[in-house]
């Protein structure tokens, strides 16, 4: 089983739509949570952090957090064919030594 | 904001040669700082955790003799990709966690553009 899971996709959603983005990770004493954003041919950048259960807002995204159910989820509000791009979800344990593990990375897809 | 810059960002080398790769933290001290691979379509892959004034730690699978890294100043990591062949054709990206952030448990990394290497 692999440590952090994605749907590839590609995911296609309509421009003005909302992206749902879905992760599972395996450690549960998992403590960090990460979604990266990173287009073709470039290097990640950070979209959401989040390290406690509930929702997350940071201006059209929203990153999900269930450590219960060991589940974390980005959602993005009025897509735009800008935000189409591979999204990498991230995990991380409590000590700032921790490796970060990443996702394979779900290919989402804006269609005007 | 924390800004990672790493160079080349894109090199082309024959076969058997060694290329190295830099990582600098600019407006932050990073103790640590990791590096990946990434082949085309593929995730990032770790290959080893650069530790400053230490030796590196390398993933299962990563020669460490033949990637070579160096974590010297709090700044600065290089990666030394050694006797290069074709199949070290790859994107690799350094990141790097800043020593500063309020708590250990942001762990959040900011990463470098990557380095393009294409070994003929």
């Known amino acids: 089983q692999k440590e952090v899971e994605q749907n590839s996709g590609p995911l296609s959603v309509p421009e003005g739509a909302i992206a749902s983005l879905n992760c599972t990770y395996s450690?549960?004493?998992?403590?960090?949570f990460f979604w990266y954003r990173q287009y073709s041919g470039k290097s990640p950048e950070l979209i959401m952090s989040i390290y406690s259960n509930g929702d997350k807002e940071d201006g059209r995204f929203t990153a999900q957090l269930n450590k219960a159910s060991q589940y974390v989820s980005l959602l993005i509000r009025d897509s735009q064919p800008s935000d189409s791009a591979t999204y990498l979800c991230?995990?991380?344990?409590?000590?700032?030594?921790?490796?970060?593990?990443f996702g394979s990375g779900t290919r989402l897809s804006i269609r005007p | 904001g924390a800004v990672v810059s790493q160079h080349p960002s894109w090199v082309i080398c024959k076969s058997g040669t060694s290329v190295k790769i830099e990582c600098r933290s600019l407006d932050f001290q990073a103790t640590t700082m990791f590096w990946y691979r990434q082949f085309p379509k593929q995730s990032l892959m770790l290959m080893a955790t650069?530790?400053?004034?230490?030796?590196?730690?390398?993933e299962q699978g990563v020669e460490k003799d033949k990637f070579l890294i160096n974590h010297a100043s709090l700044t600065l990591s290089t990666l030394t990709v050694t006797s290069a062949h074709p199949e070290d054709s790859s994107f690799y990206i350094c990141s790097a966690r800043d020593d500063g952030a309020a708590w250990s448990g942001a762990n959040v990394l900011t990463f470098g553009a990557g380095s393009r290497l294409t070994v003929l």
């Open positions: 650069s530790n400053e004034g230490s030796k590196a730690t390398y």
């Open positions: 450690d549960r004493v998992s403590q960090s």
């Open positions: 991230a995990v991380s344990g409590y000590s700032s030594a921790s490796k970060i593990i």
